[in-house]
Every structure is written in structure tokens, then in C-alpha cells.
């Protein structure tokens, strides 16, 4: 095997599967995730272990499925027993770093990486952002300031953030510079990273907040989508109807179900707006990648923690196992290994970076980890390392658990299973559980052989 010498993890928050011009996503513009999906291995069904923030990520560094290492919710930290792949390549010499929105739970937690900028990092430089959902940047607990109008008829009373027009959800331009968002900070602090490392073996984890709300990008990126005729949901009474509870009450809650076409429009035109400006953020510290030397010698792979429903199913954010929530975009591009750059439908998980990561340094694989490694697939040694992924989710009311092969879906909700045959309905309109009790029953076993390695 022939090791690579660095790694480079680029993440992305809340970022749709389908959001990139490299995933066939004829508005948004991202030529720099662009190039990197034509020299690398894009991966077109990757999916999250949990649709939500800290327990995806958590399952990224340490392999291991959410309830394995305890970090189930958004406010709940890992065991201090676990170890993440930082840990095993510090142990192993490299220098370590993760710059942008770790979310990991507790200010002194490093998880394993040497060197930690975050979000209070930020914050200490941009006093001004904290607390203002206008600019963008605003961290959670911190929202507040802008305040444009109540949503008449809303399920919640007063300014309330996690409404649509009272901030979170609302797409409009930031009024900071794009050199003052979370995004250029963790940029310069990625650059840097690399400068005072070149000559090092290294693990960098650059991690960007956005395109997770709230939807409002820099200027220039919100007018390149702002005029135009953006596609608005299309979800009728009957499939609202048929959503799960919690879904249906977090739909009235956050107002979505009073936005009009412009209104979704404005959420679109900030959302794409909001990828925009990752992938130029992301094409900096690639560049400087390129100008140090080190592209040759370094695995880079882009992914996010899970997806955003941005209008499907007529739903904002996350927290379902729909696949605009479940799935993920995922790029490894490997020089030392690649076979040729290309697409796969190989089925794909998060918990599969580490024995990814770890392979590709040559360091060994612990055998608690629940991934697989995915070089073999990039190699073309294989066509898949797995026949089904697994996910759970926690938190509005959960747990909920979600299963899915290369062509069936089953969905566990406590007021409903849903089952969906993603060869005939891959936009899952169509819940057939009632139709094919075979394979809900071979499903489910599935389900349950994951559950059972918590």
C-alpha cells in the first residue's frame, strides 16, 4: 500500500446532497468542488449516521455509531473513553488541527487535535456577530437582533428566531463583508495551518459553518440567485398530511407552512448563496494547498454532517430520513491511489472516514470502529464495502431509526414506518409499507443487527 502523507478533511454544515454543480444541481455555482469531483472519487450515495449536528460529527472522528459514543444530541458530549482518528494520528507523530465549527461539547475539548480555532475563537475577534442573526454568523443561543416582522398567524408567539421571518430561517443578504464571516476566519486560520506545517506530516480538519442556516450569505452571493425563478415546492395536502408528527409540528412551529413561493425563493436564493461562498472559502485553502506542494501528497475529502431539505417533502432543515436530510455529499480524492477520478453508487456512511483516513496513513484500525474503509472503492478494487446503511436520530421527540439498501428505504417514526422503493419513487412520495410487509420485515433486520452493536 502506498500511504499518503497528509490528510485534508473540508466539511460543510447542513449541506443538501444534491447542492453543487459537480451533483448535477443546474442553479448553484461551485466550480472549485467542481474541480475537486473531477480529480477525485464522488460518491453519490454517502449518508449520515445521524441527521443532525454533534452526533454526525462525533460518528466522523471516532467510526462508531452515535449511541455508541454517546453524543445522541445536539447538547450531549461523547464518552471520554473514545478515541477519534485525531487521537490515533497524534499518537502516530502528525500534527493535528481542526479550524471552524467543531461542536464538540465543552470549550476545552480538543478531542485529539493539538491545535483547536472555533467558533469562540471567532467570536473573540467579531464581538459584533455574536448575537445577530442578520450577519449570518450567529452562534446558537446567540440570536436575536434582527427582527423584520412576526409571521401573522405563526404557531409561536413573538420574535422567535426559529421562525422563518423573525431570522434563522428567512433568506436575505449579510450585512458583513464576506472577509468578516466565520467562513474567510476559518479560511486564513486553514491557510495558515498548512504554512507552519508544510514540512510536517499532518491531519487538518477545516470545518465551515454555512451553508447551515441562517440563509444569509455575503452580498455577491446572494445577488447571483436573488432575480432568479428558483423552483418552489411542489408537495401536496394529501403527502403534508402524511408526514411524520414531529415533522408536521416543526413545519407550524417555525412557520414554513405560510411560506409563499417568494418566500421560498428568498430561502433558496440564500441558501445557494450560502454554498457559493463555502466553495470559494474552500477553493482558497485548496489553492493553497497547490501552492505549498503538497496536493500530491495529501487525501482530501470534502463531505458534510448531513443534508438540508431546502423544499422537499415542502420542509426546511434537517431531522428525518428523507434522503435530502439523510444523505451527504461526499469526495475523496486519493493521488497516491486513485484509480481514475469518477462517480460510484456505492453505498456510503460517515463512520466510514476513519478506517478510510486511517488506511490511507497507515495506521491501524481499531476494531470497536462500525465504518469501512472506503479506499477499495476508490481503487476500483471493489464495487461497495457495505450492503446497507444505518442511521438514528435522537432528539424532536426520538429516537427514530432509519435503514436503507441500494433500493429499499424503511423509516421508523413513533407514529409511522415509512418504506419507500427508491428504484420506482426515488423522491419517496409513495410510502408502501402496508404494500410490502416482506420488505419491511428484511429491513428491519437489518435495522436491528445495528442496533445491536449499541
Not at 14 to 27: E, I, M, S, V, Y
Not at 104 to 128: N, V
Request: glycine share 8%; with cysteine; proline share 7%.
Amino acid at each position: 500500500m502506498i500511504p499518503v502523507r497528509n490528510v485534508l478533511v473540508i466539511m460543510t454544515d447542513q449541506h443538501r446532497p444534491t447542492a453543487g454543480g459537480w451533483l448535477g444541481d443546474p442553479w448553484v455555482q461551485t466550480p472549485h468542488l467542481d474541480a475537486l469531483a473531477a480529480r477525485g472519487t464522488v460518491f453519490e450515495r454517502a449518508h449520515t449516521p445521524a441527521p443532525v449536528c454533534v452526533p454526525a460529527r462525533q460518528s466522523l472522528l471516532t467510526g462508531r455509531l452515535p449511541h455508541a459514543h454517546g453524543a445522541t444530541g445536539n447538547a450531549l458530549p461523547m464518552h471520554s473513553s473514545e478515541r477519534t482518528i485525531a487521537h490515533l494520528a497524534q499518537d502516530a507523530g502528525f500534527a493535528t488541527g481542526a479550524v471552524g465549527k467543531m461542536h464538540f461539547i465543552g470549550s476545552d475539548q480538543h478531542q485529539g487535535f493539538a491545535t483547536r480555532w472555533d467558533i469562540e475563537d471567532y467570536y473573540a475577534l467579531e464581538p459584533e456577530a455574536c448575537g445577530d442573526a442578520a450577519s449570518g454568523m450567529a452562534a446558537p443561543g446567540c440570536f436575536g437582533k434582527y427582527i423584520p416582522g412576526q409571521l401573522e398567524g405563526s404557531a409561536v408567539e413573538g420574535p422567535n428566531p426559529m421562525r422563518v421571518h423573525d431570522g434563522n430561517y428567512d433568506g436575505r443578504p449579510s450585512p458583513f463583508p464576506a472577509e468578516r464571516h466565520l467562513e474567510a476566519h476559518v479560511t486564513r486560520q486553514a491557510v495558515r495551518f498548512l504554512e507552519e506545517h508544510r514540512d510536517e506530516r499532518w491531519v487538518l480538519w477545516c470545518s465551515y459553518w454555512k451553508p447551515h442556516a441562517p440563509y444569509t450569505p455575503p452580498l455577491e452571493d446572494w445577488e447571483r440567485y436573488a432575480s432568479l425563478s428558483l423552483p418552489v415546492p411542489d408537495a401536496t395536502g394529501e403527502e403534508l398530511a402524511a408526514l411524520p408528527e414531529h415533522l408536521r409540528r416543526f413545519r407550524q412551529a417555525t412557520g414554513v407552512e405560510h411560506l409563499d413561493a417568494d418566500g421560498w425563493r428568498r430561502c433558496l436564493a440564500g441558501y445557494y448563496g450560502c454554498v457559493s461562498f463555502v466553495d470559494r472559502e474552500a477553493g482558497t485553502v485548496l489553492d493553497a494547498l497547490d501552492a505549498l506542494g503538497l496536493r500530491e501528497d495529501t487525501l482530501v475529502i470534502f463531505t458534510a454532517d448531513h443534508g438540508e431539505m431546502m423544499g422537499a417533502h415542502s420542509l426546511l432543515a434537517k431531522s428525518n430520513f428523507y434522503d435530502e436530510s439523510w444523505r451527504v455529499p461526499l469526495i475523496v480524492s486519493h493521488p497516491a491511489r486513485q484509480a481514475t477520478p469518477g462517480r460510484t453508487q456505492a453505498l456510503a456512511c460517515l463512520t466510514d472516514l476513519f478506517p478510510t483516513i486511517a488506511e490511507s496513513l497507515d495506521l491501524p484500525i481499531p476494531e470497536n470502529v462500525h465504518g469501512h474503509s472506503l479506499l477499495p472503492v476508490v481503487t476500483r478494487e471493489r464495487d461497495t464495502v457495505r450492503d446497507h446503511v444505518f442511521s438514528e436520530l435522537h432528539v424532536r421527540g426520538g429516537p427514530y431509526y432509519g435503514v436503507r439498501d441500494s433500493g429499499w428505504k424503511l423509516a421508523r417514526y413513533h407514529d409511522q414506518t415509512q418504506l419507500f422503493d427508491l428504484r420506482a419513487d426515488p423522491e419517496e412520495r409513495n410510502n408502501v409499507a402496508s404494500e410490502a410487509p416482506e420488505q419491511v420485515s428484511r429491513l428491519q433486520a437489518m435495522l436491528e443487527q445495528d442496533t445491536a452493536l449499541l
